[in-house]
């Protein structure tokens, strides 16, 4: 409480000349109110993809929107299936400037009972931890942006542009993703000038205390591949040369020895430099700046390049993740799969990068196949490509910034790129700059997104719901 209140008040002067918009503690309080009951309902109910439902989470934020008196043409529940619909709410501005987007996804990771401390289905508070499956992917976003939406409501604002939100289906996985749906489908809807994306743990902290807040603006591109090895077999007393194990783990060999070439985009280079700059210290600093000259310094890239987060950060990977081989244990192969994932940077294609893994393969033998999202596999992979990272825009930025030290002093933001891949990719590639930032502090060391015990520090998300409204209405209040 006492973090929320006194970054509250340190806003009030900076903010007030900033960004016309001014503390309201009475405010802040009744909306952390609001969005622990949204949070708490939402966690409440099951959105994985085996046994959730995700409409139901839809339909219960639609209701408190209605109840708010947003009118029924601003409010749709739309999807491909029952289980799958979507949540678009939008707040009309003056019109002075195209709308802005916020998403958030309201499908979880399955969690199972038996695996946690405690019902990963209730939201449990202990030890100053809120525990629950979505605590922190992402239904803090999410209430963080319904509760955004009421209050202004409420408060009678009229932002310079519409307020539109989606909440959305199958982020995590499944047949239906739902920002891949609404643009294909519902593109008027949802159409912005930009896209704020709140799924992210964008403060890091160690041992409690932030170091950096990180604003993803550049996303890499995801693909699985599926590698094939096959031949007729026969009786396993006769061993031939040609075994397809042996044939595609020799492959896979070759993979693993593969480094694909370094690069670095705007934002990359603006991460390094500002890690350099005071974030990490000696000999990694220097390699940093080494690694930003032309041509980069090799032995300092190499360096780099041996810490795995750094490597995804200069580099397309490539991974095997799944094998599987033989159908008896007396018979030869007659068929060795696995599949393949890859992290691409933007600007190459998931064809690009199918086709320098059949080089680096080098065995004609091995058949390399495309696996879409849906299971389907295919001889050649999308020409989609990851785009290059969105300009980052003062109306973005400022205000991000100004926050950021209001209510982290000493925290910088520094641009990143995901090695991961969020809802951001579907957008961007609609032409729609999207910016992802999630104002939770996380320690480093403590991201249970995914994992058992999926656990957010109490203040950390009120002090993001405070944040979040504040932002939202600077951003269009200019
Ligand atoms: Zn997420």
Not at 31 to 47: F, M, S
Not at 204 to 209: A, C, D, M
Not at 293 to 314: I, K, T
Request: with cysteine; proline share 5%; aromatic share 8%.
């Amino acid at each position: 409480m006492s973090v929320r209140n006194s970054a509250a008040a340190g806003l009030l002067g900076l903010l007030a000349a900033n960004c016309a918009v001014s503390a309201d503690t009475a405010g802040d309080q009744a909306a952390n109110v609001l969005a622990h009951d949204i949070y708490k309902q939402l966690i409440e109910i099951n959105t994985t993809d085996s046994v959730g439902n995700v409409t139901t989470a839809a339909e219960a934020m639609a209701q408190r929107f209605r109840a708010a008196g947003f009118p029924a043409a601003d409010i749709a529940v739309l999807g491909p299936n029952d289980r799958k619909k979507n949540l678009v709410v939008r707040l009309h501005g003056s019109g002075k400037h195209k709308p802005v987007l916020l998403i958030g996804h309201l499908d979880v990771v399955e969690a199972r009972r038996e695996d946690w401390t405690t019902d990963p289905f209730t939201l449990i508070e202990k030890d100053g931890f809120f525990y629950g499956r979505g605590t922190l992917d992402m239904k803090d976003g999410d209430a963080a942006m319904v509760t955004a939406l009421l209050r202004m409501k409420q408060e009678g604002f009229r932002p310079s542009r519409d307020i539109v939100m989606a909440l959305t289906a199958d982020e995590e996985g499944g047949c239906c993703d739902g920002v891949d749906w609404l643009l294909r489908n519902h593109r008027e809807l949802i159409d912005a000038e930009f896209v704020l994306n709140q799924d992210d743990w964008s403060v890091s902290s160690e041992h409690g205390v932030p170091q950096v807040a990180k604003l993803v603006a550049t996303e890499k591109a995801y693909a699985d591949y599926q590698l094939i090895a096959t031949n007729k077999g026969g009786h396993s007393s006769v061993p031939r040369p040609d075994n397809a194990i042996y044939q595609l783990a020799a492959a896979l060999g070759r993979i693993s020895q593969f480094q694909f070439p370094f690069e670095l985009n705007s934002i990359t280079r603006g991460y390094f430099e500002q890690l350099a700059n005071g974030i990490v210290t000696g000999e990694q600093a220097a390699d940093m700046r080494a690694i930003l000259r032309s041509p980069p310094d090799s032995q300092a890239l190499q360096r780099l390049s041996a810490d795995p987060e750094y490597a995804a950060v200069v580099h397309t990977t490539c991974v095997a993740t799944r094998l599987e081989a033989g159908h008896a244990n007396n018979a030869l192969p007659q068929r060795a799969q696995a599949v393949v994932n890859c992290r691409i940077l933007p600007g190459h294609s998931l064809e690009e990068v199918r086709q320098e893994l059949i080089r680096v393969l080098n065995d004609p033998q091995i058949a390399v196949r495309y696996v879409a999202d849906n299971g389907e596999i295919s001889d050649k992979a999308p020409e989609r490509r990851a785009l290059p990272p969105a300009p980052l825009r003062p109306d973005v930025m400022k205000p991000l910034e100004v926050l950021v030290a209001a209510t982290w002093p000493g925290v910088k933001v520094v641009p990143y790129m995901a090695v991961g891949a969020s809802d951001a990719v579907y957008t961007a590639m609609a032409g729609m700059p999207t910016y992802t930032f999630g104002g939770v502090t996380v320690d480093r060391d403590d991201v249970r997104a995914h994992g058992r015990d999926e656990r957010l520090g109490v203040a950390a998300f009120y002090t993001w719901n405070t944040f979040f409204y504040r932002y939202v209405k600077a951003i269009t209040s200019q």
